[in-house]
């Protein structure tokens, strides 16, 4: 039987098809009987998230078509929520947390549904795409990771990269080619050397709050403590190698998907650019930006260039 949430509006002419139901004049509005209302809150959810904490992110995904922009969006939901928890809780025991979370999030998977709106959102898209589970199970391992690692060496850091962010590279890459296995399989290298790039930007950008506010050291063979410019050179060397891999599987993006990925590796090409032409000590004291206007330009070159097939 539905529930009556209290919610009364006058109306004339309505059913009970339209999920109301009519006394005279008065339109009683039975709300929550229909699960597509709430997958529709869930996913306003997710998109909320994305674009409170990225507005650069958002407008990339607002650049996709229409049909892949929900998905995306419930995906970096999922990726943000287990970030805050390793990041942000810090008066809390984040490890019960995450376990929780965790689990949380197995239990949705296999149930298609949750009451926790964004992964209620997330497994509709895992289980529309058929993501494949072991990507999920490697980035809760790199946040599990996050959890007590402080120093990586290379075997450790490239576990981290790949769970932390190539695997959300493959999630992202199932939406975008909307089940063709083979166009999956070919962009697969690329969209891992994407994630990659934009994983180790963030992690030069944000060396004074990791290395300073997490005592987080990512990089191997690097002590942020007398950062030299050959540091930071052999860095942004490995950064460009993953650039330059991951640009010509995004000139072989599905069209639907071509543009607003393109636009994303410009603003993460932009924002690295910037930070190499930083002396050392500058990274260390200042959190790089894109202002707004540059972000505004870079999405209008883009465009031009994506018309005229100068990708």
Do not use: W
Not at 8 to 13: C, E, M, R, T
Not at 195 to 220: I, S, T, W
Not at 283 to 302: C, F, G, S, W
């Amino acid at each position: 039987m539905p529930v009556l949430m209290g919610v009364l509006q006058i109306a004339i002419g309505t059913s009970k098809a339209d999920g109301c139901h009519k006394v005279g004049n008065i339109k009683y509005i039975y709300a929550m009987t229909n699960i597509g209302l709430f997958n529709k809150i869930s996913e306003d959810c997710s998109r909320n998230t994305t674009e409170n904490y990225s507005t650069s992110f958002s407008s990339a995904i607002n650049l996709l078509h229409k049909s892949l922009r929900q998905p995306i969006h419930n995906i970096y939901g999922f990726v943000r929520f287990a970030d805050e928890i390793v990041d942000t809780f810090h008066e809390h025991d984040k490890t019960v947390l995450l376990r929780e979370f965790k689990q949380a999030t197995y239990d949705a998977i296999d149930r298609g549904i949750s009451i926790n709106p964004i992964l209620h959102s997330f497994q509709r898209t895992v289980n529309a795409y058929a993501i494949d589970r072991k990507l999920i199970d490697a980035f809760l391992l790199s946040m599990e990771m996050d959890l007590s690692k402080r120093n990586y060496d290379q075997t450790t850091y490239e576990a981290y990269i790949y769970g932390s962010a190539e695997v959300v590279g493959l999630m992202c890459l199932y939406v975008f080619c909307e089940g063709n296995g083979q166009v999956y399989e070919q962009l697969r290298p690329a969209a891992k050397s994407l994630g990659a790039a934009f994983q180790k930007v963030n992690f030069l950008r944000d060396v004074k709050a990791d290395y300073v506010g997490l005592e987080r050291m990512y990089f191997p063979n690097c002590d942020f403590s007398n950062f030299s410019s050959n540091n930071k050179q052999a860095i942004e060397a490995d950064i460009q190698k993953d650039f330059d891999a991951a640009y010509n599987g995004i000139l072989h993006l599905p069209i639907k998907a071509r543009f607003g990925v393109y636009v994303a590796y410009k603003y993460y090409l932009s924002l690295f650019r910037k930070i190499k032409k930083m002396q050392p000590e500058k990274v260390l004291e200042t959190r790089v930006r894109i202002p707004d206007y540059n972000k505004l330009a870079i999405v209008l070159k883009a465009k031009l260039r994506y018309q005229l097939n100068l990708l």
